[in-house]
């Protein structure tokens, strides 16, 4: 699957600039965490990167609004932002594809030099399951952590309910 949208939405994933998702509101915020959540539970990556120019340029200022994501089985060989070439506010945004080519979220490199990378079923899940595991053991965090604590202490909530609920895991060789 491929999804190019303009989604008039502004997020890290997408590499928009902090000012533009930080502070605007409850409706932005909203839509954010939605798309955001979205392509989480699709399995969606997105092809944005960090350095390519604006994908949307109005009287209002630039932004990267328009998302480029995909699923498993598609790589992305080639995207290019074209700028000025189009009567849209939106620039032009070219993609090579390559269909059919399977997908690993995790390079090779990084496997082959993280021992404990790990990878997870993430089909036929129950993912009810996995969400109570994860509403269950957040509930215990303590807001008095430092940032690292709480951060790792997320971190091996979230291995766990993976653990637990996806399935059995596997070293990636």
Same mark, same amino acid.
């Given at each position: 699957?491929? +999804?190019?949208?303009?989604?008039?939405? *502004? %997020?890290?994933?997408? *590499?928009?600039?902090? #000012?533009?998702? $930080?502070?605007?509101?409850?409706?932005?915020?909203?839509?954010?965490?939605?798309?955001?959540?979205?392509?989480?539970?699709?399995?969606? *990556? /997105?092809?944005?990167? &960090?350095?390519?120019?604006? !994908?949307?340029?109005?009287?209002?200022?630039?932004?990267? +609004?328009?998302?480029?994501?995909?699923? #498993?089985? $598609?790589? $992305?060989?080639?995207? =290019?932002?074209? @700028?000025? /070439?189009?009567?849209?506010?939106?620039?032009?945004?070219?993609?090579?594809? &390559?269909?059919?080519?399977? =997908? %690993?979220?995790?390079?090779? @490199?990084?496997?082959?030099?993280?021992?404990?990378? !790990?990878?997870?079923?993430? =089909?036929? $899940?129950?993912?009810?399951?996995?969400?109570? *595991?994860?509403?269950?053991?957040?509930?215990?965090?303590?807001?008095?952590?430092?940032?690292?604590?709480?951060?790792?202490?997320?971190? !091996?909530?979230? /291995?766990?309910?993976?653990?637990?609920?996806?399935?059995?895991?596997?070293?990636?060789?």
């Amino acid at each position: 699957m491929v +999804i190019c949208a303009d989604t008039n939405t *502004h %997020s890290p994933l997408w *590499h928009s600039q902090e #000012r533009q998702y $930080v502070g605007r509101g409850n409706e932005t915020e909203e839509r954010r965490a939605q798309l955001e959540c979205f392509l989480a539970q699709n399995t969606l *990556h /997105v092809e944005n990167r &960090k350095g390519q120019p604006p !994908r949307f340029s109005g009287p209002g200022g630039t932004s990267k +609004i328009d998302v480029t994501a995909i699923s #498993r089985g $598609v790589r $992305v060989e080639e995207l =290019r932002v074209i @700028e000025d /070439v189009n009567l849209s506010d939106h620039q032009l945004i070219t993609i090579k594809l &390559k269909i059919g080519a399977g =997908r %690993s979220y995790t390079t090779d @490199e990084t496997a082959a030099t993280n021992p404990t990378v !790990r990878r997870y079923r993430d =089909r036929d $899940v129950n993912w009810n399951r996995f969400r109570a *595991h994860l509403v269950a053991r957040t509930g215990g965090l303590n807001d008095r952590m430092t940032a690292k604590e709480y951060a790792n202490a997320l971190c !091996r909530i979230i /291995v766990g309910a993976a653990h637990e609920c996806l399935g059995d895991t596997s070293r990636i060789a």
